[in-house]
């Protein structure tokens, strides 16, 4: 570190020569930063000495020959258990005994700010400062049965008759007595009186105090070590080792201090990680709850083979359990979770499905269990082959060695090959020169992909069945196995799948042992592969605070993929960089555009334009909806033999609105209008009865319903088929004005009429939307915009007859068919009345983003379309697709004919999404990769209105791996840096920044709260084929 660019300012200098030496002498400040009562210092000197004057106590009585080894020990043990149950019950007497009620200050913190003020030796507000305390009853009780513990053990531990035993050196025992005794006192002293802060920080905050029992347990692992050689003296190498770790011991307190050794919850993890990663074959888990339940099935599966009596049942059994348990157990788990509950619970999206839950398929599966079967069925064969010949099996294992070593080398060729560098110095003069352009890039990195598919075919398919067959052939398996060789053999059927590649590695090397040593029986125990696979994602973006660094990554990636590939072969003038250029790959990437729609969306020529574009687009997304639709409405039946009548009810205006007066004529003339009419209906007719024809005749006259009251509505007698009094005849009407029955509004109705064509009926509209609320009269000044033309261009252009012979005659048919055109007619205009009334004014820009944002205004029909969930939604879409044609229009120019209208409005169903940002299905169309997606808003700053468009492209990224070991030291330096030393400027990099360590970018990927990564992902599935 520069002088120029300290790690540590000077305030957090002073902060931390004063806590650097609590944390040496384990918790003890004698460095305050201002002037305290000397009594404060004392008595910590006092409680530091403790333990020492009661080991000293039983030393001596030992010594003296008074009591035996064991029994001084207990006796040291037991007076420190009674001493620190009186300092723990003085500290809880001494906050109980406070007035003033204040929170408990951190264990071991000590800021520029902090200043206490004592009255006297013994007072309550020293006592607390002395010993702040524990925070839970158990540990009280716990942290002071162990410091008894320790206590004891420790004086039996530093005898001076057993240190002379163990060196036979006066002067030796004399220095492993004083400095051994310090190192515990210091352990004690964190134990049960001050805990101090440790530079080496697990956990940011120390719920469960497990920070103070770090030093007392290594101090307990060193001292058993000294107890197992007291029971079996006769291990010279035990003996070896007590003498090590006793010298080794009076160096704990700076091993401590510099965070050499770890907190226990951070060892027992760490420990579990390792001995399944290198002792059992595994891998890292991404959670403590994974890391525990797969070390104990690792470790069990282990146990199991050993006890299994026979060779072939091992050999199936660690062939089995390696494979299953190299697999993503939890998310297969959740693949047949999901599996099972699919029918019991609503699908959300496919999209969403398939990217987070359904990360494995039944294809997959099917893929695991045929490679379990061929794995189970090799080795068994192979294994049952070896127990015949001695002779064939070495022979066999040596040619399979041979051909280890070469499918090594090939994947090491493969491999190297496809990067742009080899070995990180040389660039590789296969590697395309032209990686500007992503097409011409990706023709010539066609013959590289290629390489990647062999090489992934060797490595996935080939290099497992061929390790399994060494394996299987290896005599260690034939006679009675020891603890070593099912443990061995146990990490090396599971490393076969786990990491093959690494699993190669290691056993080509034990072939060429074997080769080079026929009667050598090695195994190869140790992984080489120790990085890190995955890197968070980092800012590279150029700010105030890295700019150097980025610029510096700009430059390495500039110099391998653009000036680097002028010459045929280059060396690395960025080797020493931690960052080492990779590959490009082509990446699917949305660009996203804003502009701005002043001039489109409010020219009243194209606002005039959009009413006649909307009811052409409902007409096509209505007549489309239709004909796509996999069956026909139940209540719209195929008509036999001839066409049938169909039924359309009217439904009542419920709105208060005051109608003009043109809008209410006589009820009784419009009803005679509606009896003349025909009338559709869903079943046959069969005949016709008086009762009919008066119930008929009457309807709907001026009696209205009371409200709350049901009441039959009736048909003309000029229908040709019974009417059952169901729930379709039924209306319910209540909470209407007072209405004159010489003045009641009418209610316009679909005639009954027959459908002219026999295939009609397959773009009929469900029932349900027959009906509406728009009176007659509206409805005839509505009918004349609607596009007869474009309707009929439409129906024709239709494909759901493309199997059928004469399709284009049967089409003609139907877009002919005038009372399938009224139906139509009416739904359609219905539509466009609930979106615009009927005002001839053309919309304001205000109301299309309204109705666009899905908040429609209030109008006749509104109520009938809300009431409609599926329809409103088609009315949506319809009306968000018109537009974005009315942008497209104004930008590119009039549409000249209906075919490149239809043109428009299939890309738009096909390649677009268009709808709004804040919506769900906007993240379901990136994760479907939609090609386009549209959404428009209001700027209220600029007052002005905005469209967005994201735009699907392939672009080339540049992809680079950092030098791990460099990574893992500086996060490691980052947690002692803020857990330990506090430091707090958040600009501290700014004046530290490294452009070939890239310390900036390294920093900010660390995980948080150390790190503040822009994007960090959760373990990825990837599938073996």
């Known amino acids: 570190m520069s002088p ?98 204040e929170r408990m200050r951190a264990t071991g913190i000590i800021a520029e700010e902090d200043e206490y003020e004592f009255t006297s030796c013994a007072g309550a507000e020293t006592v607390r400062f002395l010993i702040p305390g524990k925070k839970y009853i158990a540990n009280t009780v716990l942290h002071s049965v162990l410091a008894g513990l320790v206590c004891g053990l420790g004086t039996w531990y530093l005898l001076p008759d057993r240190i002379t035993s163990l060196y036979g050196s006066t002067g030796g025992t004399v220095l492993l007595f004083v400095f051994g005794w310090l190192t515990l006192c210091i352990g004690e002293y964190s134990l049960i009186v001050n805990t101090a802060t440790e530079t080496a920080t697990f956990q940011t905050q120390d719920t469960y105090e497990i920070t103070p029992l770090t030093r007392p347990l290594y101090i307990l692992f060193f001292v058993s070590v000294d107890l197992a050689h007291r029971f079996m003296e006769n291990i010279s190498a035990l003996g070896q080792i007590n003498q090590i770790l006793h010298i080794l011991f009076v160096f704990l307190p700076f091993l401590w201090a510099l965070g050499t050794l770890p907190p226990p919850d951070a060892f027992l993890l760490w420990a579990m990680e390792q001995v399944l990663e290198f002792g059992l074959g595994g891998s890292s888990m991404s959670s403590r709850l994974w890391l525990l339940a797969m070390f104990i099935i690792s ?107 070469i499918l090594l080398m090939i994947l ?69 196995h020891s603890i070593s060789v099912s443990i061995g053999f146990t990490r090396a059927f599971r490393m076969v799948w786990q990491n093959t590649e690494s699993a190669l590695l290691e056993t080509a090397i034990v072939s060429g042992v074997h080769l080079l040593s026929p009667n050598a029986d090695l195994w190869w125990n140790t992984s080489l592969n120790t990085g890190i696979r995955l890197l968070l994602g980092l800012e590279l973006q150029e700010t105030s605070c890295h700019t150097a660094e980025a610029q510096r990554v700009d430059e390495v990636f500039e110099d391998a993929f653009e000036k680097g590939c002028r010459k045929v072969c280059s060396l690395n003038a960025h080797f020493a960089n931690v960052l080492t250029p990779c590959t490009v790959l082509p990446v699917k990437l949305y660009s996203d555009a804003r502009n701005i729609l002043s001039g489109i969306i409010d020219s009243h020529e194209n606002l005039k ?31 036999e033999q001839g066409t049938g009548p169909l039924r359309l009810l009217p439904a009542w205006n419920a709105s208060p609105r005051p109608r003009c007066p043109e809008d209410t004529e006589s009820s009784h003339s419009e009803t005679s209008d509606w009896s003349n009419d025909d009338i559709f209906d869903d079943e046959p007719s069969v005949a016709k009865g008086k009762m009919e024809k008066d119930q008929l005749n009457d309807w709907p006259g001026g009696n209205l319903p009371i409200p709350g009251s049901v009441e039959s509505q ?143 205004p209030w109008s006749v029909a509104l109520n009938w379309l809300t009431e409609k969930p599926e329809l409103y939604q088609l009315v949506l879409k319809a009306f968000r697709y018109t537009l974005k044609l009315m942008i497209d229009k104004a930008s590119l120019g009039p549409i000249q004919d209906f075919k490149e209208l239809i043109n428009y409005l299939e890309e738009y169903e096909s390649d677009w999404y268009i709808g709004l940002v804040s919506e ?73 920044a490294h452009p070939l360590l890239l310390r900036n970018l390294t920093v900010q990927a660390a995980d948080p709260p150390l790190g503040y990564p822009i994007y960090s992902s959760k373990p990825l599935h990837l599938q073996l084929y």
């Open 4 to 101: 120029d660019a300290p790690l540590l300012n000077d305030y957090k200098q002073d902060f931390f020569l004063k806590r650097f030496p609590q944390t040496v002498l384990g918790g003890a400040r004698l460095n305050l930063g201002y002037c305290a009562p000397p009594y404060i210092y004392v008595n910590q000197i006092i409680l530091f000495l403790m333990p020492w004057v009661l080991g000293g106590i039983g030393t001596l009585v030992y010594q003296l020959g008074v009591l035996k080894d064991y029994y001084a020990a207990a006796l040291s043990g037991g007076l420190m258990l009674l001493t620190a149950f009186i300092i723990q019950l003085t500290s809880l007497y001494a906050r109980n005994k406070a007035v003033t009620v």
């Open 299 to 405: 470790v069990g599966t282990a146990v199991i083979s050993y006890f299994i009596p026979s060779s072939l049942g091992v050999v199936l059994f660690m062939t089995g359990l390696g494979f299953l348990l190299s697999l993503n157990l939890s998310g297969i788990g959740l693949f047949f979770i999901h599996s099972v509950n699919r029918r019991r619970v609503e699908t959300k999206s496919q999209a969403l499905a398939s990217s987070s839950e359904r990360q494995f398929t039944w294809k997959e599966c099917l893929f695991y269990f045929v490679m379990l079967a061929l794995a189970l069925s090799e080795t068994s064969l192979l294994h049952h082959f070896a127990g015949f010949s001695q002779i064939s099996k070495s022979n066999s294992q040596t040619m399979v060695g041979y051909i280890l070593m």
């Open 412 to 480: 090491w060729i493969l491999r190297e090959i496809q990067g742009v560098y080899i070995f990180g110095i040389f660039r590789n003069p296969f590697y395309p020169k032209d990686v500007q352009a992503a097409t011409a890039f990706l023709e010539k990195h066609t013959r590289l992909t290629r390489i990647g598919v062999v090489r992934r075919i060797l490595l996935t398919l080939v290099s497992p069945f061929a390790m399994m067959a060494f394996l299987s052939l290896d005599s260690s398996l034939q006679g009675l």
């Open 609 to 639: 334009d959009f009413q006649g574009d909307l009811v052409k687009v409902l007409v096509w997304i209505l007549v489309r909806y239709c004909s796509k639709r996999p069956s026909m409405q139940g209540s719209v039946r195929k008509p």
């Open 714 to 856: 009736r048909v003309s007698d000029h229908s040709t088929g019974t009417v059952p009094e169901d729930s379709l005849f039924r209306a319910v009407t209540f909470a209407y004005p007072a209405t004159d029955k010489g003045k009641q509004e009418e209610v316009a109705c679909t005639p009954l009429a027959e459908f002219s064509c026999a295939h009609s009926h397959l773009l009929s509209l469900p029932e349900e939307w027959r009906s509406h609320y728009v009176p007659n009269s509206r409805m005839k000044e509505m009918r004349s915009l609607f596009p007869e033309d474009w309707y009929q261009f439409v129906v024709r252009q239709l494909g759901c007859f493309r199997s059928e012979e004469k399709a284009s005659d049967i089409l003609e048919e139907i877009a002919k068919d005038r009372v399938l055109k009224d139906l139509y007619v009416q739904t359609v205009m219905t539509c466009y009345c609930s979106l615009f009334e009927i005002d001839t004014v053309a919309p304001s820009p205000g109301h299309l983003l309204r109705v666009y944002s899905g908040v429609l």
């Open 920 to 992: 769900e299905k906007w993240k379901e169309a990136i994760l479907q990769e939609k090609p386009y997606l549209f959404s428009m808003g209001y700027d209220p700053h600029m007052g002005v209105y905005t469209g967005r468009v994201l735009t699907l492209q392939e672009l080339l990224i540049q992809v680079g791996k950092l030098n791990a070991e460099a990574v893992r030291g500086q996060w490691a330096n980052l947690s002692w840096e803020l857990l330990y030393a506090t430091n707090d400027d958040e600009e501290r990099y700014s004046i530290q």
